[in-house]
């Protein structure tokens, strides 16, 4: 983080007087679970009013043995189903917009809705963590080094509690840049679109539902997680964390 910025963040009288930050700005800060690494290049405004579609990514760097612990058979079922999120989430946000407004059917529009969510979770979290694999930065560097120290006391510190709340959690193990504090957090999701919180940026993401682990580990979760630690890639973590740094969405709360 540069003085500059941290300086603005830890203003308090600042933070007060703008108030509580807009329902705008928070639906904002969660749609960087898309932006974070997105499927589809966000970083300009679309050249027209034509709906932009979701692109899988490629992750075929993991196969062939590059990430110890994790077969290619895991692997390769893991990505089919990443796929079918970005299949899901282009085809739900197609029906939300050209839902029929005027029937009324909150039901139908709920059930969309919830689909919407989750199909994006499913598939944005998907691409961190594919993109957060591959060990070729096995220790985290520079200002992620230091805010990990920080914010956490130490490197295995802050990996223990992701680990812990990988074993605790149903879906997601997630560090991310909290907005309103300034710090790295741990949080915790049990469905993609289930305990998602505001006004962070994911920088980490463990993804621990069963069936990233099931084929090699069986239910043998804790040593999934041990092999996902030790393929950890802390350059992406890293990149995401400054890209997060470099949002300005006002001065930080402190106490
Ligand atoms: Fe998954």
Redesign the pocket.
Known sequence: MNTKQTKTHLDRRDFLKLGLLTTAAAITASCSLHAADSPTDSSSTPASNLPVKYVAKKFDNLLGGAIKGLSDNQLKA?FT?YENYVKAINSTEEKVRKFDINSGDKGAYRELQLAQTFSLGGAVL?ELYFGNLGATDKEPKGTLKKMVDRDWGSVSNFIGHLKLNGLAMRGWSLAAYNFRTGKIGVYGLDQHHEMVPNMVYPILAL?V?E??YMIDYSIDRGKYIDAFVLNLNWRPVEERLERALGINFGPIATA
């Open positions: 893991h189903l998907h993804d539902y069936h990233a």
